[in-house]
C-alpha cells in the first residue's frame, strides 16, 4: 500500500547558507517534484512524480538542519537532501532519517523489540495476554484507511473461496468508490475479508447491480462463517 | 526558525462516507468482531508496529519477532520502523522497499 509517510530528517549541508537561502531551497521540494530514484534503490530509476505536503525545519544549527517532512509513498527523502544540495550549489547529504509516520500508524503507537518479548513472556508464562493484545493489533486497524465494502454474511464464504463480489452481497458501500480502485471487503463485524478491484463505480454497481468487486487477496479463512453458496448450488442441481 | 511550507494536507486516510443498501443484522455466532480476537489468532491475522532502533535491519528484526513469538510466518512492509505480521499482511503492507 502506498500510503503517505511522515519523516524527521537530519541533513548536513556542505557549505554555509543563511536561513532564507534554505527556506528558497526547501521551497522548491514542495508540492508535486521529478524525483529520479537514487542508484542504491529498488526501483527502476527513472523520474517519477512524488507529492511533498509539508516540510517544516524543527532546528538549525550551523550547517545541520533537522526537518519534518510529510510526503507520498514512494519519496526518497535522501534525494531530496542530495537535490536541495545541488541547488544551493554546495551539496548536502541526509545524516540521519526516521519515519514517524506510514498512513494511519504513527511513531507513537509503535513499541521497541523488547515490548514484544516482555509481552509475550508475559502471556506465556503468566497466561496474561493484555500487554500482547496492546503490541498485536488486528490487521483491519492496518487496513482502515481503504475505501470499504460491508457484506451480507451469507455472502463471505463464497469470496473465501476466490470468487468476486457480486452487488446483492453488499451491506454497505463506500460512496466515491472508482473503477480499479483498490478496496478492503469487510463483514459486518468488521473482519476483513479480502482485497479487491472494484470493477465499478459505486455509482455504477447502485443502478447496475452486477458483479461490483473483483477479489485480488482473500484474507480470511474459509469456513469461517456458514457456505451458503453450496446449498444453494446443490439445491439448484436438485 | 518559523520555516514551514505547506503544500497541502497529506491524505493520511480515506474519507470514509458509507451508503447503507441492506439493514441486516450478523450473525453472533460465526466469526468475531476484531477488537475481540484472541491472541493465538491475533498472531495469524495482525501486526505489529514494531519501533525499530538504528543498527539491525527490517529482515533482522523480523527474524528476532519469529523467534520470541514462536511463529514461522512474519514478514515486514516497510523499511524502516513498521513491521507487519504474518505472510498475509506481509504483502499488503509491501511497499517495495522505495519509501526510504
Known amino acids: ?238 | 526558525m518559523g520555516i514551514h511550507l505547506k503544500y497541502s494536507e497529506p491524505p493520511w486516510r480515506y474519507n470514509n462516507e458509507l451508503i447503507t443498501l441492506r439493514e441486516e443484522e450478523t450473525d453472533p455466532s460465526y466469526g468475531e468482531y476484531p477488537k475481540n480476537r484472541p491472541v493465538e489468532r491475533l498472531l495469524k491475522y495482525g501486526f505489529i508496529a514494531l519501533d525499530k532502533h538504528v543498527g539491525p535491519t527490517s529482515h533482522d528484526v523480523t527474524a528476532h519477532v519469529k523467534r520470541i513469538l514462536g511463529i514461522s510466518e512474519v514478514g515486514h512492509g516497510g523499511t524502516l520502523e513498521l513491521s507487519g505480521r504474518s505472510r498475509r499482511v506481509r504483502c499488503l503492507a509491501h511497499p517495495s522497499g522505495e519509501s526510504d
Open chain 1, 1 to 238: 500500500m502506498r500510503s503517505p509517510k511522515e519523516y524527521v530528517c537530519l541533513m548536513r549541508l556542505h557549505g554555509d547558507a543563511s536561513d532564507e537561502e534554505v527556506e528558497w531551497a526547501l521551497s522548491q521540494f514542495v508540492g508535486e517534484i521529478y524525483q529520479t530514484p537514487p542508484v542504491r534503490s529498488s526501483v527502476a530509476r527513472r523520474p517519477r512524480i512524488r507529492t511533498v505536503y509539508e516540510i517544516e525545519v524543527i532546528e538549525r544549527a550551523d550547517r545541520e538542519v533537522l526537518m519534518r517532512i510529510a510526503s507520498s509513498g514512494g519519496t526518497y527523502i535522501r534525494k531530496i537532501c542530495h537535490d536541495l544540495g545541488l541547488l544551493l550549489g554546495f551539496g548536502a547529504h541526509m545524516q540521519e532519517l526516521r519515519r514517524t509516520r506510514s498512513g494511519i500508524i504513527t511513531e507513537r503507537e509503535a513499541y521497541p523489540l523488547i515490548d514484544v518479548y516482555w509481552s509475550s513472556w508475559l502471556w506465556r508464562n503468566e497466561g496474561d495476554d493484555s500487554e500482547l493484545k496492546r503490541v498485536v493489533r488486528p490487521l483491519e486497524d492496518l487496513l482502515a484507511p481503504l475505501p470499504r465494502v460491508e457484506i451480507l454474511d451469507t455472502a463471505v464464504d463464497a469470496i473465501c473461496h476466490g470468487a468476486s463480489l457480486a452487488a446483492p452481497g453488499i451491506a454497505r458501500i463506500e460512496s466515491k468508490i472508482k473503477r480499479g480502485d483498490i478496496v478492503g471487503v469487510f463483514t459486518l463485524k468488521g473482519e476483513c475479508v479480502s482485497i479487491g478491484t472494484a470493477l465499478k463505480s459505486t455509482e455504477e454497481i447502485l443502478k447496475e447491480g452486477g458483479m461490483a468487486i473483483k477479489t485480488e487477496r482473500v484474507i480470511m479463512e474459509r469456513g469461517t462463517y456458514p457456505s451458503v453458496w453450496r446449498r444453494a448450488k446443490k439445491r439448484q442441481k436438485n
